[in-house]
């Protein structure tokens, strides 16, 4: 294998498929970057860790030979993005070491057998999404935080993705949290799908380096599914298991509904958490009477209180939680103006926009003393 390309471009594609490379693995051949270089003049570079697999084509490289070569991803990539810009030669040596150049620069380096690479495998699709691109990273980054980081858990680490005829959903809770977010789109049929939430946040990443603002499709079989879009594919395994029937979750009913101004509401929150730690479930309470919500917290350093004016509708009561809990959310929501709805002070927050079901977010209450 032997080909010439340029120093940025190569860079960026190697930033892009490193995120499928982890450190954590015993097996070596997942530390690297299959190289495949053909006479079309292009190179595709790979990497995987069995759970996901990203192909980067590169089009316009001058091959010379062709061939395939797995470099070790960390020491190949931290090369690469050193050396100056301009043409960069790679060729595999009889050896299998990889000889690395660049104007004044010159770099040999071990190489790992290709025939090792494991193979990402053919997905027969059932089923396609299309999704704009902005528009999926805005439901992944609205959803993905919900999720449990308790590997115990089991799918509750994934984001369960439903498709109906007529809106596509994510799902994400982790038993103390839930985020619900529905945008309108006509689907040939209904399905239910779990991905990772770490992954979906490692495709986010992925797809902000994406510069142009095409349409992302998503082939779904019974066990994986593969996102691509120009000159990028993303394979990876879906979550096996029965999410939880979150529609039965959300409160039907409300006895108290605030109207409120989601910017003060959020810098509120913020300040009111700068003296939530008491304990470990970083407190604050929120005390609603008439038109007001007055927000408190305390610890060993001092106290706070915040007043937000709100609309009211419903009964006057007093619920506390988690401030990071709540501050996530208030993040994560693009909206002006926002509608909290109560029960009681030992059920279930939900906030939601004033008018619509775009999102829906779930929050329990931490019991007061």
């Known amino acids: 294998m032997k080909f010439t390309c340029r120093q940025q471009s190569l860079s960026k594609a190697l930033n892009t498929v490193s995120k499928a490379v982890t450190s954590r693995t015993t097996i070596p051949i997942l530390k690297g970057i299959l190289l495949s270089a053909t006479k079309d003049g292009s190179l595709v570079l790979t990497a995987s860790d069995l759970d996901i697999s990203i192909e980067k084509t590169l089009v316009g490289v001058d091959v010379e030979e062709e ?41 040999t380096i071990a190489g790992l057998p290709a025939e090792e690479f494991p193979e990402p495998g053919e997905i027969v699709e059932e089923e396609q999404i299309v999704l704009e691109k902005e528009l999926f990273q805005e439901m992944i980054r609205k959803t ?114 605030l109207v409120v101004n989601k910017m003060l509401f959020h810098e509120s929150m913020e300040r009111a958490a700068l003296l939530s730690r008491e304990g470990k479930n970083n407190l604050v309470k929120l005390i609603v009477y008439e038109n007001l919500l007055t927000i408190t917290s305390r610890s060993e350093e001092g106290n706070v209180k915040e007043e937000v004016a709100v609309e009211k509708d419903g009964i006057n009561l007093e619920i506390g939680f988690n401030s990071k809990y709540v501050i996530d959310i208030l993040k994560a929501i693009d909206e002006e103006t926002i509608a909290i709805e109560l029960v009681s002070s030992v059920k279930p927050c939900v906030i939601k926009p004033v008018s619509g079901a775009r999102f829906e977010y779930l929050v329990l209450p931490v019991r007061i003393y």
């Not at 797995?70 to 060729?91: C, M």
């Not at 809770?173 to 689907?187: Q, S, T």
């Not at 986010?204 to 879009?229: H, R």
Request: with cysteine; net charge neutral; charged share 30%.
């Open 67 to 107: 061939g395939q070569a797995v470099v070790q991803a960390k020491l190949f990539t931290e090369i690469v993005r050193k050396l100056p810009e301009g043409d960069v030669l790679i060729e595999q040596k009889e050896d299998n070491s990889i000889l690395i150049k660049a104007s004044i620069s010159e770099f």
């Open 144 to 257: 993905s935080f919900s999720a449990s980081i308790d590997e115990s858990k089991g799918v509750l680490v994934g984001v369960l993705i439903e498709l109906t005829e007529k809106n596509t959903s994510m799902v994400a809770l982790d038993g103390f949290r839930m985020a619900v977010v529905r945008e309108e789109m006509k689907n040939a049929k209904s399905e239910k799908l779990i991905i990772s939430a770490k992954i979906l946040n490692d495709i986010n990443k992925i797809l902000s380096d994406v510069e142009e603002e095409a349409a992302v499709t998503i082939g779904i079989s019974k066990k994986k599914a593969a996102l691509s879009m120009k000159n990028l594919k993303v394979s990876l395994r879906l979550l096996e298991g029965e999410f939880i029937k979150y529609k039965e979750v959300l409160p039907r009913e409300s006895k108290c509904r």
